[in-house]
């Protein structure tokens, strides 16, 4: 394999991780706000299905990507309800929407199964597309791969730059606290849950209008992608560049398996689609495992040195999640 | 479904109607004739013996998954690992067979260890999960997941790799067992076993039972309610959701025993079903309780066989089944929202 191969398959790492990237930050943007979105694998195919039907109906991919948007929200906006309004688990809610969404949108998609629609099409940016190296992985990009750069850093400069982006922060992780500020906890984790689904609702438009045109039911591979979203949320730690950082892994590892099945005949390629994973829960697992109390109590008996190593290498990996994550708030 | 006032009946009443409304309303959008394609269900799952024997096939593993979800829902876990308990108890059982098929030993006893098998396969399954949370805390939602795709690949590796059919390999499996491996069923054509029916009934009676009656589920049930409370009181909070996760593993592993021994004969790529996923909805909808959870495993198994023949008769997609089973929980879920607002605001006022 040659140098330009390489290079355009990277490229298409990037491309492939851009649904991931919308997924994992409109689920960030909620869970911040405290409300886990579980029904994030419904949520994906949902969309994907109903994206690619508007886009059919229309002849407009923007359309597409409104409609996904549009259903994306309404779905956050019964976990928003369920759990805000009505005080249901939010994980009960999200995890049968997540049955209810894929059902669905198997069910409706049934008639529109195989048809070829408009997709989106690739627009190199003139004068940065001939930077050697660069042009080819970053600037011969659709446009909603360009927005996914642009979204992980405009996500990550709300969250952690702005007002409105500290009050965010403040209703997932204090709620009293941004209460008593004068923030309305509520009503904001209706609009950031609303928000984070709307985001995360560009996800099925990007697969089935450009990632993976089409709509295929069952077969469209897109089954499981929702359950890694959220999975790479927590590996992201709440944080858009490591979350980016998680998706661009993921999708790294999807295409190393591609790229490597003719060097592993013994390895079926079905294995190697599932292989990140494994890899996923053990990162998850070293995530997390900062924050398990034997992990402290095994470390204080280290010495002095290599506790200092090893208590500094998992903090470098830990993620705490936001503290009022899946908790309802009540003033009083 | 948790008191029998009928303000309560009313509301779970209209949560079916407005499910199977909204159901209507889907079908109505496809194009479909919905009168037809309800008429369709109930025959396809009612219409014959035959498919009266098929629901009760898919009831079994069913009934079983929601038994052992009971338990660790009463100790307030939300094992989404069930899926993967499942197929573990199939590759166990998958593995068992294969070790002892050529040992001469009585068919009933391989039989009777390879069920065993794949209760230890559940049960490891889910006691990873367990350990997951307990020591690397690790959500066991997430886990769970985590451990799902695991199993999903282990088993594709293992149908695609070391025990594929001699020359290609394929999705449809391992080579069938031989007929004497084969649990014994109601005639030659069925899928139903007697025993598989047994072991799940007396899998829900002993669930009933155990977390009504005893001890153990006294305190599995203190646990679930407030677990820094039942640890200062004594109880070792740990240790007693392990027991929980390896249960539900043991009732799961035996769920994908069955769908190895009785009926796929063999270990197939899906082998699970979504059996996991649908226990889940189906310990929600009867609020973690157990006395109705035969009742409503039998009508969801009931839509799931029906709506097999929706595709051939009517060229719509078997999915409907789960669309109007999700409807049905969530509006349940809502209702239940409801009417606590309804009662704080009488108490409040």
């Known amino acids: 394999m040659n140098a330009h191969l390489v290079l355009v398959g990277l490229a298409g790492v990037l491309t492939a991780a851009a649904p991931v990237l919308f997924g994992v930050i409109g689920e960030t943007i909620s869970e911040?706000?405290?409300?886990?979105?579980?029904?994030?694998?419904?949520?994906?195919?949902?969309?994907?299905?109903?994206?690619?039907?508007?886009?059919?109906?229309?002849?407009?991919?923007?359309?597409?990507?409104?409609?996904?948007?549009?259903?994306?929200?309404?779905?956050?906006?019964?976990?928003?309800?369920?759990?805000?309004?009505?005080?249901?688990?939010?994980?009960?809610?999200?995890?049968?929407?997540?049955?209810?969404?894929?059902?669905?949108?198997?069910?409706?998609?049934?008639?529109?199964?195989?048809?070829?629609?408009?997709?989106?099409?690739?627009?190199?940016?003139?004068?940065?597309?001939?930077?050697?190296?660069?042009?080819?992985?970053?600037?011969?990009?659709?446009?909603?791969?360009?927005?996914?750069?642009?979204l992980i850093i405009v996500a990550w400069l709300f969250i952690f730059r702005t007002r409105p982006g500290l009050m965010l922060r403040g209703i997932g992780e204090r709620p009293a606290a941004a209460y008593v500020r004068g923030a309305n906890v509520n009503r904001l984790r209706y609009i950031y849950t609303v928000i984070g689904g709307a985001v995360a609702g560009l996800a099925g438009p990007i697969y089935s209008l450009s990632v993976k045109a089409g709509w295929k039911g069952t077969i469209s591979g897109l089954d499981g992608i929702g359950w890694i979203v959220l999975a790479i949320t927590i590996f992201g730690g709440w944080n858009p560049f490591r979350a980016a950082f998680g998706a661009y892994l993921f999708s790294l590892l999807q295409w190393l398996g591609l790229v490597l099945q003719p060097a592993l005949p013994g390895v079926p390629s079905q294995v190697l689609q599932v292989a990140p994973f494994p890899l996923m829960i053990l990162t998850l697992l070293l995530v997390n495992i900062g924050n398990a109390e034997w992990v402290e109590r095994t470390l204080a008996s280290l010495p002095a040195p290599i506790r200092r190593a090893i208590s500094r290498a998992l903090r470098a990996l830990n993620a705490t999640p936001p503290s009022a994550l899946g908790t309802p708030f009540e003033k009083e | 479904?948790?008191?029998?006032?009928?303000?309560?009946?009313?509301?779970?009443?209209?949560?079916?109607?407005?499910?199977?409304?909204?159901?209507?309303?889907?079908?109505?959008?496809?194009?479909?004739?919905?009168?037809?394609?309800?008429?369709?269900?109930?025959?396809?799952?009612?219409?014959?013996?035959?498919?009266?024997?098929?629901?009760?096939?898919?009831?079994?593993?069913?009934?079983?998954?929601?038994?052992?979800?009971?338990?660790?829902?009463?100790?307030?876990?939300?094992?989404?690992?069930?899926?993967?308990?499942?197929?573990?108890?199939?590759?166990?059982?998958?593995?068992?067979?294969?070790?002892?098929?050529?040992?001469?030993?009585?068919?009933?006893?391989?039989?009777?260890?390879?069920?065993?098998?794949?209760?230890?396969?559940?049960?490891?399954?889910?006691?990873?999960?367990?350990?997951?949370?307990?020591?690397?805390?690790?959500?066991?939602?997430?886990?769970?997941?985590?451990?799902?795709?695991?199993?999903?690949?282990?088993?594709?590796?293992?149908?695609?790799?070391?025990?594929?059919?001699?020359?290609?390999?394929?999705?449809?499996?391992?080579?069938?067992?031989?007929?004497?491996?084969?649990?014994?069923?109601?005639?030659?054509?069925?899928?139903?076993?007697?025993?598989?029916?047994?072991?799940?009934?007396?899998?829900?009676?002993?669930?009933?039972?155990?977390?009504?009656?005893?001890?153990?589920?006294?305190?599995?049930?203190?646990?679930?309610?407030?677990?820094?409370?039942?640890?200062?009181?004594?109880?070792?909070?740990?240790?007693?959701?392990?027991?929980?996760?390896?249960?539900?593993?043991?009732?799961?592993?035996?769920?994908?025993?069955?769908?190895?021994?009785?009926?796929?004969?063999?270990?197939?790529?899906?082998?699970?079903?979504?059996?996991?996923?649908?226990?889940?909805?189906?310990a929600m909808l009867v609020n973690y309780q157990a006395a109705l959870a035969a009742p409503v495993a039998l009508f969801f198994a009931a839509l799931n066989v029906g709506s097999i023949q929706l595709p051939i008769v009517l060229k719509l997609d078997s999915s409907l089944a789960g669309v109007l089973q999700g409807s049905l929980v969530l509006l349940v879920i809502l209702g239940q929202g409801v009417r606590q607002r309804l009662l704080t605001r009488d108490t409040s006022a």
Not at chain 1, 98 to 112: E, K, M, Q, T, V
Not at chain 2, 28 to 46: E, K, T
Not at chain 2, 219 to 231: E, I
């Open chain 1, 32 to 150: 911040r706000a405290g409300v886990i979105n579980l029904s994030m694998n419904g949520t994906i195919l949902l969309t994907a299905m109903g994206g690619f039907a508007i886009a059919l109906a229309s002849g407009s991919v923007v359309l597409g990507f409104l409609g996904g948007m549009l259903i994306g929200g309404a779905v956050a906006l019964i976990v928003a309800f369920a759990s805000i309004t009505l005080r249901q688990s939010q994980v009960a809610v999200g995890f049968v929407l997540a049955l209810l969404c894929r059902d669905l949108s198997y069910f409706l998609g049934n008639p529109i199964m195989g048809s070829t629609g408009p997709r989106l099409s690739i627009l190199p940016i003139p004068g940065l597309r001939e930077i050697p190296l660069l042009g080819v992985l970053f600037f011969r990009q659709d446009i909603m791969t360009y927005l996914s750069f642009i």
């Open chain 2, 1 to 282: 479904m948790r008191s029998k006032s009928p303000a309560n009946v009313l509301l779970q009443l209209a949560a079916v109607i407005i499910a199977l409304a909204l159901t209507t309303i889907v079908l109505l959008i496809s194009r479909a004739p919905p009168l037809a394609a309800y008429a369709n269900i109930v025959l396809g799952a009612v219409g014959t013996w035959e498919e009266i024997a098929n629901v009760l096939v898919s009831w079994v593993p069913l009934l079983l998954v929601t038994s052992g979800l009971i338990l660790t829902f009463t100790v307030g876990l939300w094992n989404i690992g069930i899926e993967g308990q499942i197929i573990l108890g199939a590759i166990f059982t998958t593995w068992a067979l294969r070790l002892l098929q050529s040992s001469g030993l009585p068919p009933a006893v391989i039989l009777t260890l390879s069920i065993l098998a794949g209760m230890v396969g559940g049960a490891l399954w889910a006691m990873l999960a367990g350990a997951l949370k307990a020591f690397g805390g690790v959500n066991e939602i997430f886990g769970g997941l985590g451990l799902n795709f695991v199993a999903t690949a282990l088993n594709l590796w293992l149908i695609f790799g070391p025990w594929k059919r001699p020359g290609v390999a394929s999705m449809s499996g391992t080579v069938p067992f031989p007929h004497e491996l084969w649990l014994p069923t109601l005639s030659a054509q069925s899928r139903l076993s007697p025993s598989a029916l047994i072991l799940a009934i007396a899998g829900i009676v002993i669930v009933y039972f155990l977390v009504r009656g005893t001890h153990f589920g006294l305190r599995l049930k203190a646990v679930g309610r407030n677990a820094s409370a039942a640890y200062l009181l004594g109880v070792p909070t740990w240790q007693y959701m392990m027991v929980a996760f390896a249960l539900c593993g043991v009732f799961a592993g035996v769920a994908g025993a069955i769908q190895v021994t009785s009926v796929y004969n063999r270990l197939i790529p899906s082998i699970s079903s979504g059996y996991g996923y649908m226990g889940l909805m189906v």
